[in-house]
């Protein structure tokens, strides 16, 4: 495996790492989230294709932006574009979980070229607290959480540290953002230690942008062929958003309905889902 550092379009230090042969296949996961997501697909799809994963800016190993307002999708959508570039990687297929599926379709609508084709997994396009948990009840709780942390600054962040691994925070993400009689609690503690990590500006600033992102825009300029992948168990972003993505695009893309499969439906289900996203890459590469 290849590691390294490049910097992106404002000077801001992305890490990337490589490991594989073969067609490109980047990853892209969810809000302060990491690698360590994808790793289902990463054991299986490393044995055929290059695999690439990259930490958005304020995630993991990449910096924080010197001016907290550039965290937003399109400015990760760029730092791929650097790290395509540092590569030397002329065309991929980009895979996104959830804010991810926000970074790919932003990259393929600034990028279109570098694109051969796209599988959305589990996200939206439009304002994910209008749907979550099937109401709009989340927009009210965000806005508690966001005043809150503008209000206590400093003790914000160390609450947020102590609540996120707790074993009430533990029970709520299984019901909610995993399948429990389908993962294992130990993906489930792996991805919540990972949240607590990430700096809580870059949580906020992301989930309002994310909140505030222009689908409409953003899919009328996207042509590449895509797979949509919904759960019909995801309380977090609902699969309806997932159809309300494939009927404005249907012409160009492939619906993989995931039964009983959550927000982490790739986790839940990764046969299911790895066999649905390699048929969709070998029709991409037989076209």
Known sequence: MKQGFVKSYDGTRIHYEVMGKGFPLIFCYGIVCSAQQWKFQTKYFRKKYKIIHF????????????????ITIEGCARDLN???????????VLIGHSIGVNVIFQFAALYPKKVSGLVAICGT???????????????????LLKLAYIRFPKQFPKI??????????????????????LTRQKEVKTYLSG??????????????????FDGDEILKKVKAPTLIVGGTRDFIIPIRNQYAIYRKIKKNAAFLRVQGGSHCSHIDMPELVNLGIEKFINQLQAA
């Open 55 to 70: 930490d958005y800016r304020g995630h993991n190993q990449s910096e924080s932006p010197r001016h907290p307002e550039r």
């Open 82 to 92: 650097a790290v395509m570039g540092e590569l030397d990687i002329k065309k991929a």
């Open 125 to 143: 396009v439009f304002n994910p607290l209008k749907t979550m948990f099937h109401s709009d009840i989340a927009i009210a709780g965000f806005e």
């Open 160 to 181: 947020w540290k102590k609540t996120i691994p707790s074993p009430v925070s533990n029970i709520l993400t299984s019901l909610l953002g995993f399948n429990p009689q």
């Open 195 to 212: 949240v607590a990590r990430q700096p809580t500006q870059t949580f906020f600033y992301l989930l309002q942008d994310m909140s505030r």
